[in-house]
């Protein structure tokens, strides 16, 4: 991929999902600053003219758990009727990992 992130997925970037909004790409991803964070990957967004030219809108993830820890795995299927169903794995207050799903 080649695009620089850096700060929470300094140690590794994994692209979730990505969606096309007219000339340009939303992609959301799972990243990391350091290897004592493994499974607890913050989602963040980037965004550029092509897959190519990504670049965070974050240097410190826009989605965690709401305790702060663990949210990764987004999955975004549009249903045809202008909403979405978004799914993700988020990190619980007692440390166990659940899934999630939202209709947006």
């Known amino acids: 991929m080649g695009f620089p992130f850096s700060g929470v997925s300094a140690r590794g970037v994994r692209i979730a999902a990505v969606r096309m909004n007219g000339e340009s790409v939303l992609a959301y ?35 965690g758990s709401p305790d702060g820890r663990g949210l990764r795995y987004l999955d975004i299927v549009d249903l045809g009727d202008c909403r979405e169903r978004w799914y993700y794995e988020v990190t619980r207050a007692d440390g166990a990992h659940e899934l999630r799903t939202e209709l947006r």
Do not use: K
Request: cysteine-free.
């Open 29 to 63: 991803y799972d990243g990391r600053a350091s290897a004592a964070q493994n499974y607890e990957e913050r989602t963040g967004i980037a965004v550029g003219r092509n897959p190519a030219e990504l670049e965070a809108v974050s240097s410190s993830g826009v989605a």
